[in-house]
């Protein structure tokens, strides 16, 4: 069964109506440098799902940066390449709902042929934006308990969050804006925007949720509560 991915973010104003543009995908960036910090030009750096095997490469520009976008959340394998420097491989690299993640390369001279392994380093940054967020991962959607199986009940694990009237338990026979009452970065309830796979499930009357998915339908979600992008 194909599992989707939902995103959750708290409205800035409405009546500017349904904001567009926000998609599921996450990214991996850095800079690859030498060991004493300077920039190196035209590296090549590769990323590969380690699930599926889809490979990337790109090579550094001018200031030693990379970026690959539009990535699949999933743990990604990365190497690095460059003449008279040791080949680098990092693994794994976790990518989930809308992340940023930076990692940044210290490459060591020798022979290409020779390589630098790193597996479980420290969890890399995200320090490409200032948003506040928290994403509930598989595990906690697959074995959490749901009254009712409301996935959005997973709303209120995030901090900042407080769930109002209705929108607990079941939404069968609820009040129809239930699914989407909750208050969220000191915001006032029902003023959310949910996106399904990166489209928006909001409807315009009252802003309420028209689709919520099955739990069994969710692979992860990411809880947006400040600083919103437009």
């Known amino acids: 069964m194909l599992r989707r991915l ?8 409405l009546s500017a109506g349904i904001l567009q543009g926000q998609a599921f995908y996450g990214s991996v960036v850095g800079n690859v440098n ?15 799902n380690i699930a599926t095997g889809d490979r990337r490469a790109v090579v550094t520009g001018s200031d030693g940066s990379y970026r690959f976008v539009n990535l699949v959340p999933g743990s990604y394998r990365i190497e690095i390449e460059h003449t008279s420097f ?25 022979d290409v042929t020779q390589s630098v392994e ?18 509930v991962g598989t595990r906690a959607v697959q074995e959490l308990p749901l009254n009712g199986r ?4 997973l709303i209120a694990l995030a901090p900042g969050v407080v769930p109002q009237g209705s929108s607990e338990g079941s939404l069968t026979g609820k009040n129809v804006f239930a699914a989407g009452n909750y208050q969220i970065g000191g915001g006032t309830a029902n003023q959310s925007a949910t ?8 409807d315009t009357y009252g802003n309420i949720i028209a689709l919520t998915p099955s739990a069994d339908a969710v692979s ?3 809880i947006q509560t400040s600083n919103n992008t437009a």
Request: aromatic residues 4%; proline residues 5%.
């Open 6 to 13: 939902l995103s959750i973010l708290p409205l800035i104003a």
């Open 34 to 48: 030498d060991a004493s910090g300077a920039a190196l030009v035209s590296a090549t750096v590769a990323l590969t």
């Open 86 to 110: 040791k080949r680098y491989t990092r693994s794994p690299i976790d990518v989930s709902v809308e992340s940023q993640v930076r990692a940044d390369i210290a490459m060591q001279v020798g």
């Open 118 to 135: 790193v597996q479980a380093d420290a969890p890399l940054l995200q320090t490409e934006t200032a948003n506040l967020s928290q994403v």
């Open 150 to 153: 409301n996935i959005m009940n």
């Open 195 to 202: 996106y399904y796979d990166g489209v928006p499930v909001n």
């Open 220 to 222: 992860e979600f990411r």
